[in-house]
């Protein structure tokens, strides 16, 4: 089959890799349509702490934001899977630890990511093989497109229902990359008050496409009480900006990852009694993603600026922006579609 394989820092191509097989308790998927991350560029780039750790090494096959369809089951899963539209969790802990037992296998401490750590294999491929226990079937309400922006979503969401908001709070999101966007998009569904904040005027015109009014940039900011903020950015300084906004009492939530060490002085968290909260992945919100989507509240599909095929996979991981993409911040492929 053909897969997009990173064979080094900033090194990859389509080859013709052998497919996979559905061992005991897994399933093979044929990937209908997979997101590019922040993530998969930096390991293209070698910028992923990953790397120095050696939890991820070269070659790597990239890809964990994907749907589509099961066409093979292993033994010990249910024929029922056969056909079915599915996405699925990138976290696959080992299932015996207490982390794991205690439904924390995301941090599971031998865990494998898919397409990012220990060498599982990714969906940036025309098939993926997966543990029948990290599906998750898709109802008809939610498309390719959708599928594809349930893994995003669901640390979206994870994020929004750490900030603990009540209808009517006031939240502040900084950063508009798909995570950004969806956590104020999950936020306003459930009655809070979304304001927006990116350097990017590109970035705050596309949310205003979506209804949000309050879009700033970091200088133009009112001086607003702010019941939580959601720090959704790559950007060093703002992890403590964060602190110094939020209303004293009540929430930071960092799910953004710099490129370098942020820093944060303790003493302006203790001296406004904040609690900060660290989400990694998504798994605890893939389901809650998947029935909002399905259920219209929210609509992931604008943020998709473009979908390309399989061999060009490594436009987007250079950063490159596709000629005719629209403003969306988000490039999906289809291993299915032709160049």
Partial sequence: ??????????????????????????????????????????????????????????????????????????????????????????????????????????????????????????????????????????????????????????????????????????????????????????????GAEVHLVDRSDAALDFARTLGFSGVWLIEDLPSLPWDAVIDASNAPTLPALAVELVEPGKRIVYIGLAGTPSHLDTRAMVLKDVTAVGILAGSAGLAGAIELYASGAVDPRPLVGATLSLDRVGEALAGRRVADAGPGPKIHIDPRQDS
């Fill in 1 to 190: 089959m053909k897969a997009f394989v990173v064979t080094g820092q900033r090194t990859g191509a389509v080859q013709d890799v052998p497919p996979p097989a559905a061992g005991p308790g897994d399933v093979v998927v044929d990937v209908t349509r997979v997101g590019v991350c922040g993530t998969d560029v930096e390991l293209f780039t070698g910028e992923m702490a990953y790397l120095r750790e050696d939890h991820a090494r070269y070659p790597i096959r990239l890809g964990h934001e994907w749907c589509g369809t099961v066409s093979a089951v292993g033994e010990g899963v249910a024929e029922s899977w056969l056909g079915r539209r599915v996405t699925g969790d990138t976290m696959l802990g080992c299932g015996h630890c207490h982390r794991c037992l205690s439904g924390r296998h995301n941090v599971c401490e031998d865990r494998f990511e898919i397409g990012i750590r220990g060498g599982f294999p990714g969906a940036l491929a025309e098939q993926l093989a997966v543990p029948a226990t990290a599906l998750f079937a898709l109802p008809d309400t939610v498309d390719d497109v959708a599928g594809a922006l349930v893994e995003p979503g669901g640390n979206a969401l994870r994020a929004v229902r750490s900030a603990d908001l009540s209808p009517g709070d006031r939240l502040l999101v900084l950063g508009l990359g798909t995570i950004g966007l969806l956590a104020g998009e999950f936020a306003r569904a459930q």
